[in-house]
């Protein structure tokens, strides 16, 4: 069996410079993820590999290409375009048009 390394995901947050409140609030945000993409967050924060896998017709490198999110930012994007197509859909349009 595969012993999954842990993966202390605050403190890269931190590293990445994400304030002490966004980290909380994102490392909670993480808790609730689909877990497939949780792995792949977690395979991110170990390795900077960026699956390219297509959800909803994103992947983690065009959002952060494209849309300046980080890593992160960009898989709890994932997950929300997973859960809730439109309305995340129609958040990241309005971000486009600068409403965000």
């Known amino acids: 069996m595969e012993r999954k390394e842990h993966v202390d995901r ?14 909380e609030q994102a490392v ?10 949780l792995e792949l967050l977690d395979r991110w ?8 896998d297509v959800y909803e017709g994103f992947t983690a490198a065009e959002l952060m290409d494209e849309r300046g999110f980080t890593a992160p930012a960009a898989f709890l994007y994932l997950d929300w375009v997973l859960k ?10 309005d971000m486009a048009d600068g409403f965000l």
Not at 45 to 52: E, M, R, S
Request: hydrophobic share 40%; proline share 7%; glycine share 8%.
């Open 10 to 23: 605050r403190a890269c947050l931190l590293e990445l410079g994400y304030t002490h409140p966004e980290a």
């Open 28 to 37: 909670a945000r993480m808790e609730r993820m689909d877990s497939r993409l």
């Open 45 to 52: 924060f170990l390795t900077g590999d960026l699956p390219g």
């Open 84 to 93: 809730e197509p439109e309305t995340a859909k129609a958040a990241l349009a």
